[in-house]
């Protein structure tokens, strides 16, 4: 494949990466495509860990910014190659990656192949595995190997934003709900006990919880509590002797994760209660001295971030972190992903003025 | 394999007929030895049709009995060969098919074989594929192509039944309660509409549901609503948009099918309900003559029969059944399932003398 030509229009080449399809786990083309790029800038240092690259400023600034965007999609679903479309007037790519996250990636690559000179030192970060098993992910596996390429004062995810800032990260945890019972013949069920039908107040607590908003350092968060998966059964003339309700609760960022168990466990008393999965929230860290002169130098009005993202890692490694990105986020994954020229162009604009001001 | 020899005692052709496997689609080898065993008979006129085989005597008897048994078993697990056990120091049978039912089977092939000159007409039925889909059901297919070989004055099903009289069955319905909603990441639950919890009062009318107790010609029928199988759920992150219930209602068969399909929408009402399975009960028709003869013979006080059997197609077509044979029907599928000689004995010597007196 032809070598990436970092010094085309950001829309342009969110095009090019796009079409260099990167689904989670066959991230490698893009990813040497990336490395080859920014090794032949001169001005970066480059890490490379697998399909994660690093490429670093040194430049002696007295702070430090991380800015990093995972290069992975989730399955093409017939959308791709990507199309230029318009919607009310106004250009669009469309297609796969183009929301989450290849124009945010895009914005970042042109970014550091122009930034000779920013005001801060820059760590760019593009990883991979983001869309799959957090055990996979890139930064998962950065943070074990080499966590001294996190340190920075403050970090800004790509992820889509629809080129607002959202601070930090609720958090989220799984658990299972299980209500047991005796097996026996439908055709004489008063020997059995239905597991299924001791659930029915497990449901009706969840379809009863009012969730929580949440404000945290000024930004609001809203919470909730969710069936997102229930199953039981043996055969059609068997009384079920075990059903499992599978949990999600999404929590602010000021509950910790013992709390956030706690509160599920609560939530569910008398019931079997696992836990299979938790994820700490990230607070919004947006009284951070760099964050404050990042809202004002691109002029938002910062909103929370309901989903997990990985700024919740570098907010675990004291990092205060927000996603800024091009697309809207509740077009990610769709199969009509798309994005606008303008929003790519407003945050490639908005992180040029601030780094460079 | 060698010939049936049906002139050993009915324990023994309980063993020999265990040992030749004949899960449900594998009847083929039994039906064999069945066929060429009853064909060398000479006093019978012997019908084939796949692996149903139809035996009669035509003495002109005013009466005619029909004596049914299916020849196919519920998969091996490990209880094949036959083994004589003890327990309490009597003689048991152990293994797949002895109490579902080749005891049976092996009684009425004993007895088709010594009673050259019963007192009624006897139809022998034996047949594949009970314990599958009715559709595949010997009788079924046996009920389109020769409804005149069920013509009956009464009907005798030889099902597990403890040697007791169990009259009629129950019928069964099964449903398909549904609740929608609307997807949505479940990190922005509030744009969606969870259907598992809407499933909630699904699961507490049927908790709190309490089946009636039918008298029924003089038995009591025992009815139940329950959930049999639950399911639901997306991903992990998706607020669900569908939860299947599907429902299964055992009912006394004073209860007509549509009545009972009533029943279930009325005590589902408002849910979105299908109906996918329904098969009538049968009234015992113990008030039959013959019936009335055949208890008196084998001095027993009749009772119902919860499960579903076959009995419901002599039933619907007009012939009154019940169910005798040897075995305890909670044993049947069991991987212990076992019968005593006694029972096995007794069921032989109470057919003999009834048929013969």
Redesign the interface.
């Known amino acids: 494949m032809p070598a990436l030509d970092l010094s085309v229009s950001s829309v342009d080449l969110t095009r090019t990466i796009c079409d260099i399809p990167s689904v989670s786990d066959d991230e490698t083309t893009l990813a040497d495509a990336i490395f080859e790029a920014v090794s032949a800038l001169g001005h970066l240092d480059v890490y490379r860990d697998g399909d994660t690259i690093v490429a670093r400023t040194n430049l002696g600034r007295p702070q430090r910014v991380a800015l990093a965007g995972h290069i992975d999609t989730v399955p093409i679903n017939g959308n791709l190659p990507v199309r230029d479309i318009e919607i009310d007037g106004q250009p669009y790519l469309w297609g796969r990656g183009t929301v989450d996250m290849k124009g945010g990636v895009a914005v970042q690559l042109t970014l550091a192949a122009e930034l000779i000179a920013p005001r801060v030192d820059i760590t760019w970060l593009w990883y991979d595995h983001e869309e799959v098993d957090a055990e996979r992910n890139g930064l998962t596996r950065l943070a074990r190997t080499r966590p001294d390429l996190f340190a920075a004062d403050f970090a800004i995810l790509g992820e889509p934003s629809n080129g607002n800032v959202e601070g930090g990260c609720?958090g989220?945890l799984?658990a299972i709900a299980r209500t047991h019972g005796v097996r026996a013949?439908?055709?004489?069920?008063?020997?059995g006990e239905?597991a299924?039908?001791?659930?029915?107040?497990i449901?009706?607590r969840?379809?009863e919880y009012r969730?929580r908003e949440v404000p945290v350092e000024g930004l609001v968060y809203?919470e909730?509590l969710?069936?997102?998966?229930?199953?039981?059964?043996?055969?059609?003339?068997?009384?079920?002797d075990l059903?499992e309700?599978?949990v999600?609760y999404?929590f602010a960022p000021s509950r910790t994760l013992d709390e956030a168990e706690r509160h599920v466990r609560s939530a569910l008393e008398g019931f079997d209660v696992e836990i299979v999965d938790r994820a700490a929230g990230a607070r919004p860290g947006l009284d951070a001295p760099l964050a404050q002169e990042f809202l004002a130098a691109v002029g938002a009005e910062p909103r929370p971030k309901?989903?997990?993202t990985d700024v919740a890692r570098f907010s675990a490694l004291g990092v205060p972190a927000v996603n800024y990105g091009p697309g809207d986020p509740?077009l990610a994954h769709h199969d009509e992903e798309r994005v606008s020229y303008a929003q790519i162009e407003d945050v490639e604009r908005g992180l040029r003025e601030w780094l460079t001001a």
């Not at 299924?196 to 107040?201: E, F, K, Q, R, S």
């Open positions: 609720n989220n799984r013949h439908s055709a004489r069920s008063w020997m239905n299924i039908h001791a659930a029915a107040p449901l009706a969840l379809a969730a809203r909730g969710n069936a997102v998966r229930i199953g039981g059964g043996v055969a059609g003339n068997v009384i079920p059903c309700v599978e999600n999404r309901y989903g997990w509740s």
